[in-house]
């Protein structure tokens, strides 16, 4: 690579990075007052994919959420009857580059709840059964959705409308979820179904009758110090 071009990347790359912190929404920023509440600690990184509903968003603190992610609450940039919590991330999520959550009603994400990349939630879909109409104006009934805390939604996974995920809930990469998931189970698949599930003074079963013990807590097991938080 020639000089000119060497010298030309570095400076592509050093306004990006600029652009990014510059652009980065947090509480104290003009986009971040748009909301309808944004916590300490937290940031979206910047470029979204797309903001909407912005004063019916909730976020707790210290949420990280990634960049091209989209954000929206209602049908259209000029909606203006919107639910006033429509869309609820709790404290110290992370949500991935990608991820689309689409809330017309509620769609509520509890607290340390980790997102891969591209997950999509949505709490509304598209009918179909009128005959002559474009299935993309055939407006879907709102099921809310609610996903409890301590889950892991792997990489890639559709979260469908009406769906109830409990606490501490593994979703598999991929998996299309619908329905209930009891708590401190582990699903995948599409459609997801439960791959295993804690039962007490047992384990992690499988329904096949396999058993993974339960683990004691990482501190017993690691020397964290400096790494958690206290």
Do not use: K
């Not at 944004?38 to 603190?61: K, Q």
């Not at 580059?97 to 980790?114: N, P, Y």
């Not at 805390?149 to 606490?167: F, N, Q, V, Y």
């Amino acid at each position: 690579m020639r000089r000119a071009e060497r010298w030309t990347n570095a400076g592509v790359q050093a306004a990006w990075a600029w652009l990014q912190r510059a652009g980065e929404i947090a509480p104290g920023t003009r986009a971040g007052d748009a909301f309808g509440s944004l916590g300490v600690g937290s940031s979206i990184g910047f470029p979204m994919a797309t903001l909407m509903g912005a004063r019916a968003i909730h976020v707790g603190e210290r949420t990280l959420i990634g960049r091209q992610v989209t954000l929206s609450v209602g049908y259209g940039p000029d909606a203006t009857a919107l639910p006033e919590r429509g869309l609820v991330i709790g404290d110290r999520c992370v949500i991935g580059a990608r991820t689309s959550l689409t809330a017309h009603e509620s769609i509520v994400v509890g607290d340390d709840v980790w997102f891969g990349q591209d997950v999509f939630v949505s709490d509304a879909s598209h009918g179909y059964q009128e005959l002559d109409a474009p299935i993309g104006l055939q407006l879907g009934e709102h099921q809310p959705v609610s996903i409890g805390a301590g889950s892991w939604i792997g990489h890639g996974a559709i979260i469908l409308p009406g769906t109830r995920i409990g606490a501490n809930v593994v979703v598999a990469a991929g998996s299309v979820v619908r329905g209930v998931v009891e708590d401190r189970a582990i699903v995948g698949g599409a459609p997801a179904r439960v791959l295993r599930r804690y039962e007490p003074t047992v384990g992690w079963v499988t329904p096949g009758g396999d058993v993974r013990p339960v683990l004691p807590p990482l501190a017993e097991r690691y020397d964290l110090t400096g790494v958690v938080a206290p």
